[in-house]
T-cell receptor, first 116, second 111 residues
Framework: GAVVSQHPSWVICKSGTSVKIECRSL??????MFWYRQFPKQSLMLMAT?????????EQGVEKDKFLINHASLTLSTLTVTSAHPEDSSFYIC????????????FGPGTRLLVL | QKEVEQNSGPLSVPEGAIASLNCTYS??????FFWYRQYSGKSPELIMF????GDKEDGRFTAQLNKASQYVSLLIRDSQPSDSATYLC???????????FGGGTRVLVKP
């Protein structure tokens, strides 16, 4: 149980294009999902908290117009990196909170983004 | 002072020995504590969570929580080379719903 999937696992794109990453909780409902970014040899950095049916809450310094988050259902949240640039290249990881198991969060496998 | 602090390591442990990892946190009202393991290039995977003072055991792992001293630790018994990874301590602060991570402790188990 408590499986979270992400798609795609890898994406390479040209500078200026937009990239959409999907995060799904496969065997539980997640009213809250989280999006993180991790640069090499650094710790996880929370970007935003995504709540089903409402607007995402962004952490300080994260541009909400650049990183669009949609949480349309209890099992799906999407992150769209708009007009991606090379500095957006990173490892993007989502997590989903299993409300039925206290506050435990389970992480997806991550999406590696390379912007050329 | 960081909200969640861990020694970055590396913590070098011989195979079969006990690895002891420590984590301290600053928010005294924190309620929930988690240990995640992250292999290089992979996302974190949950090892254990603990909410109450004392010890909690799961297989070769034991989490210990001391709220008065604001620390949580993780013991790995009979360490194996496959346990070599970065271990992340995470805390949910009072009245919050998001994890605050420490910087992680890198563990190396040598055969």
């Amino acid at each position: 149980g408590a499986v979270v999937s992400q798609h795609p696992s890898w994406v390479i794109c040209k500078s200026g294009t937009s990239v959409k990453i999907e995060c799904r909780s496969l065997d539980f409902q997640a009213t809250t999902m989280f999006w993180y970014r991790q640069f090499p040899k650094q710790s996880l950095m929370l970007m935003a908290t995504s709540n089903e049916g409402s607007k995402a809450t962004y952490e300080q310094g994260v541009e909400k117009d650049k990183f669009l988050i949609n949480h349309a259902s209890l099992t799906l949240s999407t992150l769209t990196v708009t007009s991606a640039h090379p500095e957006d290249s990173s490892f993007y990881i989502c997590s989903a909170r299993n409300s039925g198991r206290a506050e435990t969060q389970y992480f997806g496998p991550g999406t590696r983004l390379l912007v050329l | 002072q960081k909200e969640v602090e861990q020694n970055s390591g590396p913590l070098s442990v011989p195979e079969g020995a006990i690895a002891s990892l420590n984590c301290t946190y600053s928010d005294r009202g924190s309620q929930s504590f988690f240990w995640y393991r992250q292999y290089s290039g992979k996302s974190p995977e949950l090892i254990m969570f603990i909410y109450s003072n004392g010890d909690k055991e799961d297989g070769r792992f034991t989490a210990q929580l001391n709220k008065a001293s604001q620390y949580v630790s993780l013991l790995i018994r009979d360490s194996q080379p496959s346990d070599s990874a970065t271990y992340l301590c995470a805390v949910i602060k009072a009245a919050g719903n998001k994890l605050t991570f420490g910087g992680g402790t890198r563990v190396l188990v040598k055969p």
